[in-house]
Every structure is written in C-alpha cells, then in structure tokens.
C-alpha cells in the first residue's frame, strides 16, 4: 500500500534576485517571505494511481515533486506516505525512488552495475540482487544490454536502465521527472507505452512531470495541471478535455489548442441561453443550458472556446462564420486549416475524406471560407476571471 497525501503543501524561495532589464516578469506569488513557489497544494494519490503534474516551465511540478522525495524542505504543509508524516524524513527513509530527465547514470559502470548500486547500499545478498535485477532488465526488455556501458547504448536504452535502477528497489512510490524529454519524438511515444506497460506489472504509486500534455493525457490516471504555483485543475484526461475549469486548461490541453473568440451570452426572459459571435447566433445544448440556469449565470461578454477538430466547413448560406484561410498543414488523413477571423487565427481541422475530393491545397492563399459549430460542443468562459460558466 503506497497512498500519498499533500495538504496544504507551499514552498517559498527567498527573494533574493533583482529584476534584470529585459527579463520577463514571473507571474509567481511574491510575500515578505519570499517567492512562493508552490502555492497550497492539495492531493490525495491512491495506492497504485499514476498521477501526472502538468504545466509550463515554471509552474511549480517539478518543485513539488523533489518535495515528496526530500530534495526540497517543506515550507508550510504535511506530506504522509501511508498515513506517516514524512516532512522530516529523509529522502532514504521515504521509501521512493526518483528518475530524473538526465539520466543520472554512473559512466564507468555497466548496466548491471548501475542497477545493482542502489541495492549495494543497502547491503542486499548477491543472490536476491540478481533475482532483482534479472527481473528488471526483462520487463524493460534490456536484458542483453546488462554488460554493456551506457555510453554504447542510445537515449531510450539509458533512460530504460534509469528506470530499472529505480524498480530494482521496489519502491512504494515511484517519481518521474520530465524523464523523456531528452528523447525524440519516436523514442518519446515507445518510452510512453513502455511506461504504461511498466506500470500494470509492478506494485507502485507513480507520481510523473512533464510539461508535455500529450504524455499526461496518455500515461495518467488523473492529471493534476499547474499555473503559477497553483492547481487549477485535477481529473481524468477525459474530465480536464472535456470540461476545463478555466480558460487557462482549456488553452493547455488539447492539440492544436483550442481556439476562443470574443462573444455576447444572452439569457431571455424565459431563461433560455443564445451566444452571439458576430453576426451568428448559437444555441447551446439543454445540458448546457441546465448548468447555467444552475449556476444563475447571467447575460455578459464571455470567451467562447471552441476545439478545431469540432468545427465544421460549409457552402455559403446563413448564420455562418466567414474567414479566409492562410496557411494549409497536410496531416495525412487530416489537413489543418489557419484561418484568419476577425484578424485572429482560428485552426480547424478537417478530415480529408470529407473535402469531398478538393485538394486542400486549393483552401490556401487566402481563399474564404465558411464554418460554423454546434451548441454542444461549445465552452463558455467568464471575461472577469476566466472560470468556466458551466463549471
């Protein structure tokens, strides 16, 4: 049993660095204290879960993560590994293993070697250690390269080994640190499925980094994603899609992003909602429209949110968008479309089984083009603080 438990965690860094010119402004929370960094944090990880923290450069994730695994004091806050409190513990004493974006591997070691290391301290028998080691290198799928040197393996062989130099100890929680980003794109997605592999055959919590959120909708069981030192939101990959919170996860998740458009929210006397864009009006869905009733939600400016894959190409006719399309990207059974709206761009992806024979180049070079979408697939968010209206 591994749970993990942080409540209220914060983490605050002395504000010690003077702006430099030219530098951008950190939208980080700034007290007497210092700079905080990570801002009450609050999340229950069941045993075995695998929860992704996910976010730009700078968000806290990474800071959170050396927390549960002793690298970083606890400002403020409680961290329980099954139910212990473990802010004073030490690192060695929590039970965790960590793997780190670099690798981290001892060079003039073998694979067997590096694996074996973690074990040798604490002075495990020869014979278990092998047993552990053997059993590793097979569900990672390294076993002949146990003799070899790092240096004579690739990028996705040594990140494999640093994984098993962390499984070898079978510990209840397993930390990952932004572990494929060194990789290119095809390593990154078989590091992905091995991970995911990896995970249904080894009895451990795994709490993952990345600011990648393609790896967080595909490894995670829940998603935990960050701005600023914040949560902003935690759900499943389906929730955060389907239902952000705000207009920040909503322009986070999902590839390409979604596109938002200034717009009017009306509600009539009957309580019945339009969104108006330009000069088309769009009803939304009866579930939509309940959870607005619910929220008393009424008529104002919004940011309406739209994903490309929900918008629709059409002829010319009535309550229609109208755009000009720029820039053409030929995806294979797909063609993403830039369009330009409103002099902001809209992307709209279109199957090209659909185009109905055109060839997708003929969209480009400023062409119109026409589209609209349906109420149910739209998302309305406040212009004040930029929460979702449905949530």
Known sequence: MAEVSLRHIEKVYPNTEKKKKGEKKSNL???EEGVLAVQDFNLDIKDREFVVLVGPSGCGKSTTLRMVAGLEEITRGELYIDGKLMN??????????MVFQSYALYPHMTV???MEYP???????KEEMNQRVEQAAEILGITQYLDRKPKALSGGQRQRVAIGRAIVREPKVLLMDEPLSNLDAKLRNQMRAEIIKLRERIDTTFIYVTHDQTEAMTLGDRIVIMKDGVIQQVGTPQEVFDHPANLFVAGFIGVPQMNFYDAELIRDGSGSYTVQV????????EEKQARLRQNGVESQSITLGVR???????????NMLHGAVEVTEMMGSAVHLHVNFGGRDTIIIAQTMSLEGRNPVHFGGGNPISFTFGGNVI????????????A
């Open 29 to 31: 929370k700034v007290t």
């Open 88 to 97: 004073d513990a030490a690192p060695k004493d929590r039970d965790i293993a």
């Open 112 to 114: 067997r070697g590096n």
């Open 119 to 125: 074990l040798k301290l604490k002075k495990m028998p």
């Open 278 to 285: 330009e000069n088309v009006h769009i009803v939304p869905s």
């Open 308 to 318: 490309p894959e929900h918008i629709t190409l059409l002829g010319e006719g009535e």
């Open 379 to 390: 998302h309305m968010f406040s212009k004040k603080d930029e929460r979702n209206l449905e």
